[in-house]
Nanobody
Framework: VQLVESGGGLVQPGGSLRLSCAASGFTFSSYVMRWYRQAPGKERELVAAISSAGGSTNYADSVKGRFTISRDNAKNTVYLQMNSLKPEDTAVYYC????????WGQGTQVTVSS
């Protein structure tokens, strides 16, 4: 299993970013995919999850209405569209899948600052 995140960066408050996670090594279309984040000095927290076919999504209360998780099973990729970003969204964002055990990408840094 390999997960490779991209799309992070520095953005001003109120801005947007789109994260991508390219997956390989497993049958992508059969698994729930998740995005987590970890801010400095804090525990890793679940941000969003999407069902295998993409028909069901869940979000942390802190990002509801601002973030959208989606997936393209033809491209083995899951996305996280982040709008109306706030400084408290600053964190390393990780893609996750449970294939017998937890698998994580290397993470992508998102910094929201003026």
């Amino acid at each position: 299993v390999q997960l490779v995140e991209s799309g992070g960066g520095l953005v001003q408050p109120g801005g947007s970013l789109r994260l991508s996670c390219a997956a390989s090594g497993f049958t992508f279309s059969s698994y729930v995919m998740r995005w987590y984040r970890q801010a400095p000095g804090k525990e890793r927290e679940l941000v969003a999850a999407i069902s295998s076919a993409g028909g069901s999504t869940n979000y942390a209360d802190s990002v509801k209405g601002r973030f959208t998780i989606s997936r393209d099973n033809a491209k083995n990729t899951v996305y996280l569209q982040m709008n109306s970003l706030k400084p408290e969204d600053t964190a390393v964002y990780y893609c996750n899948v449970v294939v017998r055990v937890n698998h994580w990408g290397q993470g992508t840094q998102v910094t929201v600052s003026s």
